[in-house]
């Protein structure tokens, strides 16, 4: 016999010393690893997922300055289109109230039709002109005609001859003047008073306002 | 001998033990892992939430100073409204009368480059603009 009873219950005894100490050691060493990788494993998580965040809220705050900016913008506009569209109002109110006061002008009124009549004569050069007016103007262009005829030809050396369309007469509410035509009807001059206002406020209309509003302080060339 | 058997079992109760312990200490492990899953979004909510209070305190300011520059701007534009309108006023008849004036001066010029055809023409003398 080996060894005796003794010696082999020391033995294992030993064994199991040995087979308990080597299972705690190998716990041991999965604990530490175990909280070894925790701390990695949460770093990483957190540092990842914290950077995420990092961004999307910058993002956000780059957002908002962005909208800040462009409502600014789009109100800034709303008030320059404001003050725009004020001094257009103005203008029209002051075209129409000129409208309105045109037939009380610096010349006569009969003188103002002779006057018209001739200057559209010498835009249009024809031998033959309808001309149409208003009915009441028709009688005193009647007793004008032949004074208008001779300073036509004086400055002309033309004759010409001017047929008054009594079938379209010009509408009563107009403040006067005429218009003419050639009898085909091809060219076509309206000088009426009304039709003079809308020519001369479009020609007019940077004295206009520089007149109305001051002049213009942006402007930095005037030439 | 009925000692040996018994030393076996003794032995082999502590691989079992052993076994066991190292199986309880993986099963710590993992559970470990999972607690660190866990505390990281715990860690991770309360950053987010702190970081959008912050959010929200920027943006209040920021659309608060807009406030301010918006109401600047409108009374700006009310004022310049206003100043158009008085400087109207003031000069509407003077415009209003020139412009009537223009409109009702009419003085019939012939065109500058018209050359009439025959001699006998008399000279007048030409006033300015046609207008």
């Given at each position: 016999?080996?060894?005796?009873?003794?010696?082999?219950?020391k033995?294992?005894?030993?064994?199991m010393a040995?087979?308990?100490?080597?299972a705690?050691?190998?716990a041991?060493?999965?604990?530490?690893?175990?909280?070894?990788?925790?701390?990695?494993?949460?770093?990483?998580?957190?540092?990842?997922?914290?950077?995420?965040?990092?961004e999307?809220?910058?993002?956000k705050?780059?957002?908002?300055?962005?909208?800040?900016?462009?409502?600014?913008?789009?109100?800034m506009?709303?008030?320059?289109?404001?003050?725009?569209?004020?001094?257009?109002?103005l203008?029209?109110?002051l075209?129409?109230?000129?409208?309105?006061?045109?037939?009380?002008?610096?010349?006569h009124?009969?003188?103002?039709?002779?006057h018209?009549?001739?200057?559209?004569?010498?835009?249009?050069?024809e031998?033959?002109?309808?001309l149409?007016?208003?009915?009441?103007?028709?009688?005193?262009?009647?007793?004008?005609?032949?004074?208008?005829?001779s300073?036509?030809?004086?400055?002309?050396?033309?004759d010409?001859?001017?047929?008054?369309?009594?079938?379209?007469?010009?509408s009563p509410?107009?403040?006067?003047?005429?218009?003419?035509?050639?009898?085909?009807?091809?060219?076509?001059?309206?000088n009426?008073?009304?039709?003079?206002?809308d020519?001369?406020?479009r020609?007019?209309?940077?004295?206009?306002?520089?007149?109305?509003?001051?002049a213009?302080?942006?402007?930095?060339?005037?030439? | 001998?009925a000692?040996?058997?018994?030393?076996?079992?003794?032995?082999?109760?502590?691989?079992?033990?052993a076994?066991?312990?190292v199986?309880?200490?993986?099963r710590?492990?993992?559970?470990?892992?999972k607690?660190?899953?866990?505390?990281a979004?715990?860690?991770?909510?309360?950053?987010?939430?702190?970081?959008e209070k912050?959010?929200?305190?920027?943006r209040?300011?920021?659309l608060?100073?807009?406030?301010?520059?918006?109401?600047?701007?409108q009374?700006?534009?009310?004022?310049?409204?206003k100043k158009?309108?008085?400087?109207?006023?003031?000069?509407?008849?003077?415009?209003i009368?020139?412009?009537?004036?223009i409109?009702?001066?009419?003085?019939?010029?012939v065109?500058?480059?018209?050359?009439?055809?025959?001699e006998?023409?008399?000279e007048?003398?030409?006033?300015?603009?046609?207008?």
């Open positions: 016999m080996a060894l005796s009873d003794a010696d082999v219950k033995q294992i005894k030993h064994m040995f087979i308990e100490q080597e705690n050691e190998k041991d060493e999965i604990d530490a690893k175990a909280e070894e990788e925790f701390n990695i494993e949460k770093g990483r998580l957190v540092q990842s997922q914290r950077l995420k965040i990092m999307h809220f910058e993002k705050e780059k957002q908002i300055e962005q909208q800040k900016k462009i409502q600014m913008s789009n109100l506009n709303q008030a320059r289109l404001k003050v725009l569209k004020a001094r257009e109002d203008i029209q109110d075209l129409d109230e000129a409208r309105r006061r045109l037939g009380r002008g610096s010349q009124a009969t003188q103002l039709l002779h018209l009549v001739l200057q559209s004569l010498f835009q249009l050069l031998p033959k002109v309808v149409r007016c208003r009915k009441d103007d028709s009688k005193h262009l009647d007793k004008m005609l032949p004074d208008i005829y300073i036509y030809k004086k400055k002309t050396n033309m010409v001859i001017i047929t008054i369309d009594h079938n379209n007469y010009l509410e107009i403040s006067g003047g005429a218009e003419l035509l050639t009898p085909d009807g091809k060219i076509f001059i309206s009426t008073l009304e039709s003079r206002l020519m001369m406020a020609q007019m209309m940077p004295e206009i306002r520089c007149a109305l509003f001051g213009n302080a942006n402007r930095k060339f005037l030439d | 001998m000692s040996q058997t018994q030393g076996i079992q003794q032995l082999l109760q502590a691989e079992k033990r076994a066991e312990k199986a309880e200490a993986r710590r492990k993992t559970q470990r892992l607690q660190a899953k866990e505390e979004q715990g860690e991770l909510e309360q950053y987010r939430r702190t970081r912050e959010f929200q305190q920027q209040a300011k920021v608060g100073s807009q406030g301010d520059g918006i109401e600047r701007m009374q700006e534009t009310e004022e310049r409204v158009i309108c008085s400087s109207y006023k003031e000069n509407q008849e003077a415009v009368s020139r412009v009537i004036d409109v009702c001066s009419v003085t019939p010029t065109h500058i480059n018209f050359v009439p055809s025959n006998n023409v008399v007048m003398a030409d006033e300015t603009a046609v207008l």
